[in-house]
C-alpha cells in the first residue's frame, strides 16, 4: 500500500512521524509533494520518503491521497488531480479544516470514498486523537484500511461532523491548552525554586500520568480528584482555590471561544 500526501505542513508531518515510528508502511511507500519543492524535497531525503514532482504523480502512484492542504487552495488542488483521483482503486483522506463531505463530492466525484478526518499533532508520537466521518462511498476494507492509518498514530472516534467544531475544541486546540496549563504548572514550580526545566518535566510527566491513569480505571475525572484529596488536606486546599479564582469557567470561556471562531456561532 502507499499512501501520498499533498502538502506536507505540520499536521501532515506529524502524520507522518507517527505512520514511521509504527512501520505502518516502509518510509518509500509514503510519496510527497507540496507547493515548495525545496521543502518537501529536502523532508523526503531526510525520512527516505518519495518525493513526487507533482500532486497528479502523488494521486497516480498512491492507494490512500492525504488532502493536506489549507482551505483556500482546495478546490484548486482536487481540479489538478481529479483525473487520477477519480480512477478506481483511490481512497480520499482530507485533513483539510472546514471542508465537509458534501463539499469535498462536489469538488470531485460522487462515487469517490471520501474519509473526512480532524487529527492533531500528537499524533507524531503514537498519542494522536482523531475524529473521523466517512461517505457511504467508504465501506468495507477501504474503510477498514483508511481507519487503520490514524490508528497507527493514536486513537480515533467516528463522529458526525456536525460535532466536528466541538472535537476541535477539546482535541486539537486542546493540546495548546493542555501545554499551557503545563506551562503554568512549571512556573509555580520555578516561583518556589525549581528550574524550569526540572518544573516542566515533572509538571508533563504528572499530565502525561494522571490522564493514562484515567483511562486506564475507566472512572470519571472527580472520582480520581476525590482519591486525592484527603480531608482537611493541602490538595483540596489547591482544588478549591483553583475553583474559586475560576478555574472551570476559564476553561468553558476558552472552548466557548474557540468554537465560535471555528464556526461563526455564540452558545
Do not use: W
Not at 519543492?37 to 490512500?64: C, F, I, R
Request: hydrophobic letters at 45%; a neutral charge; proline letters at 3%.
Amino acid at each position: 500500500m502507499k499512501i501520498g500526501f499533498i502538502g506536507v505542513g505540520a499536521m501532515a508531518q506529524a502524520i507522518i512521524q507517527g505512520l514511521l515510528k509504527a512501520q505502518f508502511v516502509p518510509a518509500k511507500n509514503i510519496l510527497v509533494h507540496s507547493a515548495h519543492a525545496a521543502h518537501y524535497e529536502k523532508y523526503a531525503t531526510k525520512y527516505g520518503l518519495t518525493a513526487q514532482p507533482t500532486n497528479a504523480a502523488v494521486t497516480k502512484n498512491s492507494d490512500l491521497v492525504v488532502l493536506a492542504v489549507v482551505p483556500g487552495i482546495t478546490g484548486q488542488v482536487l481540479h489538478e488531480i481529479n483525473g487520477e483521483l477519480t480512477k478506481p482503486g483511490k481512497t480520499l483522506i482530507s485533513i483539510v479544516s472546514g471542508m465537509s463531505l458534501n463539499r469535498l463530492e462536489e469538488l470531485t466525484d460522487y462515487n469517490l470514498p471520501i474519509l473526512r478526518s480532524l487529527p492533531n499533532i500528537n499524533s507524531e508520537y503514537g498519542q494522536g486523537m482523531t475524529a473521523v466521518a466517512a461517505n457511504e462511498n467508504l465501506t468495507g476494507e477501504k474503510k477498514k484500511t483508511a481507519l487503520a492509518m490514524f490508528e497507527a498514530t493514536g486513537e480515533l472516534s467516528e463522529l458526525p461532523e456536525a460535532q466536528f467544531a466541538i472535537f476541535s475544541a477539546i482535541s486539537g486546540s486542546a493540546v495548546a491548552y493542555v501545554d499551557f496549563f503545563i506551562d503554568c504548572l512549571s512556573r509555580a514550580g520555578v516561583k518556589y525554586g525549581f528550574s524550569k526545566e526540572t518544573a516542566t518535566r515533572i509538571a508533563a510527566q504528572t499530565t502525561l500520568g494522571s490522564a493514562s491513569s484515567l483511562l486506564a480505571s475507566k472512572q470519571a475525572p472527580a472520582e480520581l480528584i476525590d482519591q486525592v484529596c484527603s480531608p482537611g488536606g493541602d490538595t483540596i486546599a489547591g482544588i478549591l482555590a483553583m475553583a474559586q479564582a475560576g478555574f472551570l469557567n476559564s476553561v468553558v470561556k476558552g472552548i466557548d471561544a474557540t468554537i465560535e471562531k471555528s464556526t461563526g456561532k455564540t452558545k
